[in-house]
């Protein structure tokens, strides 16, 4: 199984602040590579496909990059919406496999 | 607008089968793979496996066999069962497809808790 880790666990940021979440797989994955926010008692939504392609209705203050290996998502200015838990999830085999989770909280 | 319902029961013990049901609404049935996926209580996400509309399927090593998925075209309707559940079976469970690129999850159900305890 390709094992996705991603840092950190846990950020605290403020409205307005940059954040950068990254996402390592333990082989390559070229650019299979999706990224998703889930809110407490909600389902995960997904933000970006392809390690860039956003989502249609996303803002675009969220963008993704990277390919094989490490992955980045950064959203530009925190929204208080923005406040959230955030996945990466892996498309090259299966098991399809996702990262631990990555909590954004308000500072 | 592609909706996905799921529902089934919430309360098992030990050693007893899940069986959970997810009803597609809105677009296409044929031509994607339906996927389960499940989320421990405070934890990650966790693939199961996915179905398509003629049974073919794809599921997480990990699972050990326990799991069948079933798939009825005229209903547009999808279906897990994990057989001898434990506790560390207890998680919420969710349908979902994939988008216009396989692989991605874009359409996801409610998701239902299932706890297993004697």
């Known amino acids: 199984d390709i094992q996705m880790t991603q840092s950190p666990s846990s950020v605290s940021a403020s409205v307005g602040d940059r954040v950068t979440i990254t996402c390592r797989a333990s082989?390559?994955?070229?650019?299979?590579l999706a990224w998703y926010q889930q809110k407490p008692g909600k389902a995960p939504k997904l933000l970006i496909s392809g390690a860039s392609s956003l989502q249609s209705g996303v803002p675009s203050r969220f963008s993704g990059s990277g390919s094989g290996t490490d992955f980045t998502l950064t959203i530009s200015s925190l929204q208080p919406e923005d406040f959230a838990t955030y996945y990466c999830?892996?498309?090259?085999?299966?098991?399809?496999?996702f990262g631990q989770g990555t909590k954004v909280e308000i500072k | 607008q592609v909706q996905l319902q799921q529902w089934g029961a919430g309360l098992l013990k030990p050693s007893e089968t899940l069986s959970l049901t997810c009803a597609v609404h809105g677009g296409s049935f044929s031509g994607y793979y339906w996927t389960w996926i499940r989320q421990p209580p405070g934890k990650g996400l966790e693939w199961i496996g996915e179905i398509n509309h003629s049974g073919s399927t794809n599921d997480n090593p990990s699972l050990k066999s326990r799991v069948t998925m079933s798939i009825d075209p005229s209903t547009n309707q999808f279906s897990l069962r994990l057989r001898s559940v434990t506790a560390a079976d207890t998680a919420v469970y969710y349908c979902?497809?994939?988008?216009?690129?396989?692989?991605?999850?874009?359409?996801w159900g409610q998701g239902n808790l299932v706890t297993v305890s004697s």
């Open positions: 979902a497809r994939h988008g216009n690129s396989y692989g991605y999850f874009q359409y």
């Open positions: 082989q390559g994955i070229s650019s299979w």
């Open positions: 999830q892996q498309a090259n085999s299966f098991p399809r496999t």
